[in-house]
């Protein structure tokens, strides 16, 4: 890993100023030389992290800094790369570099809290290998007058690749109106082994008692020097006052650790993401299924040490299970240098509804070529959130009603019709997480009918089931129709497996006197033979169908005889059917012929029907019967054809009412 400094030890310096923005960078000599060999062809490139990392003057990490950068050192091709994180760090992985070295160009854009303008860097020459370059960035406080002043610097120091290391705090100043003296104090505890100074904005030190006046900056500066391992904490402390009243006071925590980094390290920390199972991603109880957990653990080992992983702590041992860890057994794995772990594989069986957790254990133990141990006090801890299923089932009135389904529901039809505005529907939910699958019957099933009566609804879906009442003649008269007074009252229950209630009973109403409104226009065709082709015909169970045939012996009646020059017709049957003229009005545009039912139900007892009607025109009401049914007729309007009377084209148009 090379490193391009941009602190000002050991390597040749150049530095930026940009208001209280001290960017300073140093060069090791020995990356401009670049990496390739002789033989080796200029074209090739090798991809390349290059890390890019921002702090401030005390060393500590700068978030949120926003990074652009482009090959060679055309500004204009700048383009966003992100934003460093909490750690101060941003990525730039596999950028292609040839192996003599690439220019890059940098342009970093300081958070809102510095003030700063972006700062563009380079064009820089970044070498054949992964690089890290150090952005510092310098800022300014006031330490109001008659205050404190607080700040932390933490030291990490590797014994192996530098023996010190020097962090300052930001450019200080105060607002007192005489100029302050400055006394230092020690660094307690003194086993840390640091040098504290004090210096100006030009690096000049001023000593352990100075003066400042209002304005004038100044840091203190801690040198870290240990020649050993160091883990220890301390602090320091100043005072500074004008002698008439005016003071100030501050104090600096310190945290100091050194080490020998060619030993085995520990993974600093562990990513494990939970699986998200909620409802929508429920299991059903009873069932299984199986679930990989990703977990985030890559060895960077430069001195060829291992992780151990062995498995500390099972799951309890209730729904979940671990299958395997990184493919294999779930007891131990071991991960070598430049290794990555994938994931832990567990099978989910859930016994209940509702949300199971449980957690699993992995402890990690670092292991050098010698084979020396180191155990690591961080350990892989696998929190396991899963969501029992269920069905569960709503039943509603209508897919837009939220009211329960009463216990009992009448149903109303006239006899010999299926009118599905008459039907009940009822409309089942799956309020659950799993599949819902329902069956309904009837206990009896003569004069009721279900539609349909096998279901299968998905989470939160909604399906209806018809239900209709079907009463035909054998069950109103099933003795034949006049032998006995009407069944009129029918009863059944509906039985539904898979929701509540359970069953409950239907009730039927048969009308055996209903009226229907039927509106039809006939034809009479000037053929030859006098063919008719159009007419009505009555069927058994009480509708009326329209017909286009040659024969006219089973049609009830048809349109004959349109006179061309008046607007009249005549109508006929050959099928038994009788007809009389009783009205002549007109209907209002909201008012139909079963309005008037009751004004000429009576004419159906009455006398004067014939087999035919030689003449009717427009506005006549027209009693027709067969046997004990009746019916009534309107005729809306006649049209004729004048501009060929020879060859006709007329239609004759009617509102019937049948039965009466």
Same mark, same amino acid.
């Given at each position: 890993?090379?490193?391009?400094?941009?602190?000002?030890?050991?390597?040749?310096?150049?530095?930026?100023?940009?208001?209280?923005?001290?960017?300073?960078?140093?060069?090791?000599?020995?990356?401009?030389?670049?990496?390739?060999?002789?033989?080796?062809?200029?074209?090739?490139?090798?991809?390349?992290?290059?890390?890019?990392?921002?702090?401030?003057?005390?060393?500590?990490?700068?978030?949120?800094?926003?990074?652009?950068?482009?090959?060679?050192?055309?500004?204009?091709?700048?383009?966003?790369?992100?934003?460093?994180?909490?750690?101060?760090?941003?990525?730039?992985?596999?950028?292609?570099?040839?192996?003599?070295?690439?220019?890059?160009?940098?342009?970093?854009?300081?958070?809102?809290?510095?003030?700063?303008?972006?700062?563009?860097?380079?064009?820089?020459?970044?070498?054949?290998?992964?690089?890290?370059?150090?952005?510092?960035?310098?800022?300014?406080?006031?330490?109001?007058?008659?205050?404190?002043?607080?700040?932390?610097?933490?030291?990490?120091?590797?014994?192996?690749?530098?023996?010190?290391?020097?962090?300052?705090?930001?450019?200080?100043?105060?607002?007192?109106?005489?100029?302050?003296?400055?006394?230092?104090?020690?660094?307690?505890?003194?086993?840390?082994?640091?040098?504290?100074?004090?210096?100006?904005?030009? !690096?000049?030190?001023?000593? #352990?008692?100075?003066?400042? $006046?209002? *304005?004038?900056?100044?840091? @203190?500066?801690? &040198?870290?020097? =240990?020649?050993?391992?160091?883990?220890?904490?301390?602090?320091?402390?100043?005072?500074?006052?004008?002698?008439?009243?005016?003071?100030?006071?501050?104090?600096?925590?310190?945290?100091?650790?050194?080490?020998?980094?060619?030993?085995?390290?520990?993974?600093?920390?562990?990513?494990?993401?939970?699986?998200?199972?909620?409802?929508?991603?429920?299991?059903?109880?009873?069932?299984?299924?199986?679930?990989?957990?990703?977990?985030?653990?890559?060895?960077?080992?430069?001195?060829?040490?291992?992780?151990?992983?062995?498995?500390?702590?099972?799951?309890?041992?209730?729904?979940?299970?671990?299958?395997?860890?990184? !493919?294999?057994?779930?007891? #131990?794995?071991?991960?070598? $240098?430049? *290794?990555?772990?994938?994931? @832990?594989?567990? &099978?989910?069986? =859930?016994?209940?509804?509702?949300?199971?957790?449980?957690?699993?254990?992995?402890?990690?133990?670092?292991?050098?070529?010698?084979?020396?141990?180191?155990?690591?006090?961080?350990?892989?801890?696998?929190?396991?959130?899963?969501?029992?299923?269920?069905?569960?089932?709503?039943?509603?009135?209508?897919?837009?009603?939220?009211?329960?389904?009463?216990?009992?529901?009448?149903?109303?039809?006239?006899?010999?019709?299926?009118?599905?505005?008459?039907?009940?529907?009822?409309?089942?939910?799956?309020?659950?997480?799993?599949?819902?699958?329902?069956?309904?019957?009837?206990?009896?099933?003569?004069?009721?009918?279900?539609?349909?009566?096998?279901? #299968?609804?998905?989470?939160?879906?909604?399906?209806?089931?018809?239900?209709?009442?079907?009463?035909?003649?054998?069950?109103?008269?099933?003795?034949?129709?006049?032998?006995?007074?009407?069944?009129?009252?029918?009863?059944?229950?509906?039985?539904?497996?898979?929701?509540?209630?359970?069953?409950?009973?239907?009730?039927?109403?048969?009308?055996?006197?209903?009226?229907?409104?039927?509106?039809?226009?006939?034809?009479?065709?000037?053929?030859?033979?006098?063919?008719?082709?159009?007419?009505?015909?009555?069927?058994?169970?009480?509708?009326?169908?329209?017909?286009?045939?040659?024969?006219?012996?089973?049609?009830?009646?048809?349109?004959?005889?349109?006179?061309?020059?008046?607007?009249?017709?005549?109508?006929?049957?050959?099928?038994?059917?009788?007809?009389?003229?009783?009205?002549?009005?007109?209907?209002?545009?909201?008012?139909?012929?079963?309005?008037?039912?009751?004004?000429?139900?009576?004419?159906?007892?009455?006398?004067?029907?014939?087999?035919?009607?030689?003449?009717?025109?427009?506005?006549?009401?027209?009693?027709?019967?067969?046997?004990?049914?009746?019916?009534?007729?309107?005729?809306?309007?006649?049209?004729?054809?004048?501009?060929?009377?020879?060859?006709?084209?007329?239609?004759?148009?009617?509102?019937?009412?049948?039965?009466?």
């Amino acid at each position: 890993m090379n490193t391009l400094y941009c602190d000002s030890v050991g390597a040749p310096l150049f530095a930026i100023r940009q208001k209280y923005l001290w960017l300073v960078f140093g060069l090791l000599l020995c990356l401009m030389g670049g990496c390739q060999e002789a033989t080796e062809p200029e074209t090739l490139s090798l991809p390349v992290t290059i890390t890019l990392r921002v702090e401030d003057q005390s060393g500590q990490p700068i978030g949120r800094t926003d990074v652009l950068f482009t090959r060679g050192g055309n500004a204009a091709n700048l383009t966003l790369a992100g934003s460093t994180g909490g750690d101060g760090l941003l990525l730039l992985r596999n950028q292609p570099v040839r192996l003599e070295g690439e220019d890059f160009l940098f342009r970093f854009i300081p958070p809102v809290q510095f003030s700063l303008d972006p700062i563009t860097v380079g064009p820089l020459r970044i070498p054949c290998s992964d690089t890290t370059l150090s952005i510092r960035l310098s800022r300014e406080e006031l330490i109001r007058c008659n205050s404190a002043y607080s700040a932390a610097l933490d030291f990490l120091l590797c014994l192996d690749e530098q023996d010190s290391e020097e962090l300052c705090t930001p450019l200080l100043t105060h607002n007192c109106p005489n100029p302050l003296e400055f006394t230092l104090g020690s660094l307690l505890p003194d086993a840390l082994g640091m040098t504290l100074r004090a210096i100006d904005e030009t !690096g000049q030190e001023l000593g #352990n008692v100075f003066s400042r $006046a209002a *304005g004038e900056r100044f840091q @203190l500066c801690l &040198l870290f020097q =240990p020649n050993a391992e160091v883990e220890d904490e301390g602090q320091i402390s100043f005072s500074a006052s004008d002698g008439v009243g005016n003071a100030i006071s501050g104090s600096i925590r310190v945290t100091a650790q050194s080490e020998r980094c060619d030993e085995c390290d520990c993974p600093d920390s562990f990513s494990v993401r939970e699986p998200e199972v909620n409802e929508r991603d429920s299991v059903c109880v009873g069932a299984s299924e199986r679930f990989e957990v990703p977990i985030r653990l890559s060895n960077f080992s430069e001195e060829g040490c291992d992780y151990l992983i062995e498995l500390q702590e099972d799951f309890s041992g209730g729904d979940v299970a671990i299958l395997a860890f990184n !493919g294999r057994n779930k007891f #131990n794995a071991t991960l070598a $240098a430049g *290794g990555n772990t994938g994931f @832990l594989s567990v &099978l989910y069986t =859930p016994s209940s509804r509702g949300e199971y957790r449980d957690r699993a254990v992995y402890s990690v133990r670092a292991r050098n070529p010698e084979g020396e141990l180191l155990e690591c006090e961080s350990t892989i801890a696998v929190t396991f959130i899963g969501w029992g299923g269920i069905p569960e089932c709503l039943m509603i009135e209508d897919a837009n009603d939220t009211s329960f389904v009463p216990t009992t529901q009448r149903l109303f039809q006239c006899v010999n019709q299926d009118d599905n505005r008459l039907a009940k529907r009822i409309a089942f939910i799956n309020t659950g997480e799993c599949d819902l699958d329902l069956s309904l019957a009837l206990d009896d099933g003569s004069v009721f009918e279900l539609n349909p009566t096998e279901l #299968n609804i998905e989470p939160g879906q909604t399906q209806e089931v018809l239900v209709k009442f079907l009463p035909r003649d054998e069950n109103i008269w099933p003795s034949g129709r006049g032998a006995a007074p009407p069944l009129v009252e029918f009863a059944d229950v509906l039985r539904i497996n898979g929701c509540e209630p359970a069953s409950f009973d239907l009730t039927g109403l048969a009308d055996t006197v209903c009226s229907f409104v039927t509106n039809l226009c006939l034809h009479r065709y000037g053929e030859e033979n006098d063919t008719y082709t159009e007419g009505v015909r009555i069927l058994e169970d009480n509708q009326l169908l329209f017909v286009n045939q040659a024969e006219t012996s089973d049609i009830d009646f048809y349109v004959d005889a349109i006179d061309v020059g008046i607007p009249e017709a005549a109508i006929r049957s050959e099928s038994g059917l009788l007809f009389k003229v009783v009205d002549s009005r007109s209907l209002s545009p909201n008012e139909t012929l079963c309005d008037l039912r009751d004004r000429y139900f009576d004419e159906c007892a009455g006398g004067g029907f014939s087999a035919s009607l030689p003449t009717v025109n427009p506005n006549d009401v027209i009693i027709f019967k067969r046997d004990n049914f009746c019916g009534a007729m309107w005729i809306s309007k006649i049209d004729l054809d004048r501009a060929d009377p020879g060859n006709a084209l007329a239609q004759v148009c009617f509102q019937i009412c049948y039965p009466l």
